[in-house]
């Protein structure tokens, strides 16, 4: 009597469970329907200029790259149907010299052929570089992956309007050797909780950062960019919301002598404050550079 009394309510425990397992990885369940759907699956590898976007994910009246890639796309397939999935989330006006997305289609692609489309129909800020057919069981979302971001900058005075996409002009005189030894601080096993904003609750805020430098730029030249500038390599597997802003943030205020390196260090101790800094460096001097899945 007690077992058939109690199944019903076994039932509704065991669903609404599953109902949250769901919810809490919708986009873990989501790429599984998708792949379900379609026959292929392919890796794509594009570059952009992200001055004009919001970032990759779609929202509301504002321009983003995954709405633009999906245009294009549009052009391409004409009606055929299709879905993509970003590697991951940008914020507004930062670039990529390297992006991924994964696209599922019930069509069979050839590199060449696509490329050629592709590039045709996307707008002069966004090309594709590669193509590849995949397996299945792969997802975009939640494979590991190796990130380098770089964020380019000068200081000293105010620089050609031209360069403002790609490098921004900090007008105060900056210490860079200073900056130099404080960007050596954020190498190794962190608690990143100052340098997030809008964290959920399961965020991890233990990060492991393997490099970060500041060197002379060599990457990226122009006749309007000013005579030196710098860039910031930051190379890491997993990074919140901001992080990278907001540590470049840190270092131009340690750049102005208005903090010490004891500031930085304190800051990513395990028993921080935990209250996200105020100083975030402006979106359009950050470049996604390149992405490696294992």
């Not at 696509?114 to 045709?120: E, G, I, M, V, Y």
């Amino acid at each position: 009597m007690w077992e058939s009394r109690s199944l019903p309510f076994f039932i509704l425990i065991l669903s609404v469970s599953i109902l949250n397992l769901i919810l809490t990885n919708e986009v873990f369940f989501w790429s599984i329907f998708i792949n379900m759907k379609y026959s292929n699956s392919y890796l794509i590898s594009i570059q952009y200029l992200g001055f004009r976007f919001h970032g990759w994910q779609k929202q509301k009246n504002v321009m983003s790259l995954h709405e633009i890639v999906d245009k294009t796309l549009g052009f391409v397939f004409k009606n055929k149907d299709f879905k993509t999935l970003g590697s991951s989330r940008t914020d507004s006006k930062v670039s990529a010299n390297t992006y991924f997305f994964q696209l599922f289609t019930n069509e069979l692609l050839e590199e060449k052929e696509f490329l050629k489309s592709f590039n045709f129909n996307a707008p002069s800020d966004l090309k594709v570089l590669t193509l590849k057919n995949i397996s299945k069981p792969f997802n975009i979302i939640q494979s590991s992956k190796l990130k380098e971001y770089h964020y380019y900058f000068s200081h000293g005075t105010k620089n050609h309007p031209f360069s403002a996409a790609l490098l921004v002009g900090f007008q105060d005189i900056l210490d860079i050797e200073l900056m130099q030894k404080g960007a050596k601080l954020f190498e190794g096993t962190h608690y990143f909780h100052k340098y997030c904003t809008e964290p959920s609750e399961n965020t991890v805020f233990k990060r492991d950062i393997l490099s970060c430098v500041i060197e002379k730029n060599t990457i990226l030249t122009a006749n309007f960019f000013p005579e030196t500038s710098y860039v910031l390599k930051v190379r890491g597997v997993g990074f919140l919301r901001y992080q990278i802003r907001l540590m470049m943030g840190v270092l131009v205020e340690l750049g102005k002598h208005n903090i010490s390196l004891d500031f930085i260090i304190n800051s990513l101790k395990e028993d921080n404050d935990r209250k996200f800094l105020r100083t975030i460096a402006p979106g359009s001097g950050l470049q996604l550079y390149d992405i490696k899945f294992d």
